[in-house]
């Protein structure tokens, strides 16, 4: 699977858009991107994933690049409870499910 | 969503004793699961792939022996910490695999075991 890089920090307002950068330039053709958040104890938790094509659900959007180097996480309204870290995963479908978690973004929401 | 549970939430143990942790899908079936482990202001770290009916697959560097994985049915995989010492003690992970179709899948996350051995 392809490595990818996050920032290791972030700070948000409450109720602005947080805006969260993942890169991945090795990513392969038939890796998906997908985003998970982890908040402190808890098991992770699924966001969003997406391939080629741009992609929203009722959590965020998924902006992803042309050449598919790169992505961005977007809370469109973040609120003190997505405070959390937030990792991005390249994964192919040789192997799903099978993630690889890099150090990803703490993400700090702040009131 | 799907609910992957995991129990215990948390156990203290002896050094030198067992552990097992147990690991369900409560509401699909999972032929494939994972357990991860994390320590400490750290990132999870992928231990094995439990694959149901079949021996699991263990990451580099993870002892098979000491970390007994069996997945006998489709919702449910265990993961059993064997003469565990202090260096053991850790945040154990399971994830069970939904699959979304054209090679895409959702992975669920039990709430986590905090295993501590004195």
């Known amino acids: 699977d392809a490595k990818t890089t996050q920032p290791p920090s972030m700070d948000c307002a409450e109720g602005r858009a947080a805006n969260l950068p993942c890169n991945h330039s090795t990513i392969s053709g038939n890796e998906y991107v997908y985003w998970y958040r982890q908040i402190h104890s808890q098991g992770p938790q699924y966001i969003i994933h997406?391939?080629?094509n741009n992609e929203t659900n009722e959590m965020a959007s998924l902006i992803i690049t042309e050449d598919r180097k790169s992505s961005t996480l977007i809370l469109p309204h973040a609120t003190l409870r997505d405070t959390a870290v937030y990792y991005c995963i390249a994964s192919g479908s040789s192997n799903t499910g099978k993630l690889i978690f890099g150090q990803g973004t703490t993400l700090q929401v702040k009131p | 969503g799907a609910v992957v549970s995991q129990h215990p939430s948390w156990v203290i143990c002896k050094s030198g004793t067992s552990v097992k942790i147990e690991c369900r899908s409560l509401d699909f079936q999972a032929t494939t699961m994972f357990w991860y482990r994390q320590f400490p202001k750290q990132s999870l770290m992928l231990m094995a792939t439990?694959?149901?009916?079949?021996?699991?697959?263990?990451e580099q560097g993870v002892e098979k022996d000491k970390f007994l994985i069996n997945h006998a049915s489709l919702t449910l995989s265990t993961l059993t910490v064997t003469s565990a010492h202090p260096e053991d003690s850790s945040f154990y992970i399971c994830?069970?695999?939904?699959?979304?179709?054209?090679?895409?899948?959702?992975?669920?996350f039990g709430q986590g075991t905090r295993l501590t051995v004195v």
């Open positions: 439990s694959n149901e009916g079949s021996k699991a697959t263990y």
């Open positions: 997406g391939l080629k």
């Open positions: 994830s069970a695999i939904f699959l979304l179709g054209q090679g895409a899948g959702e992975a669920f």
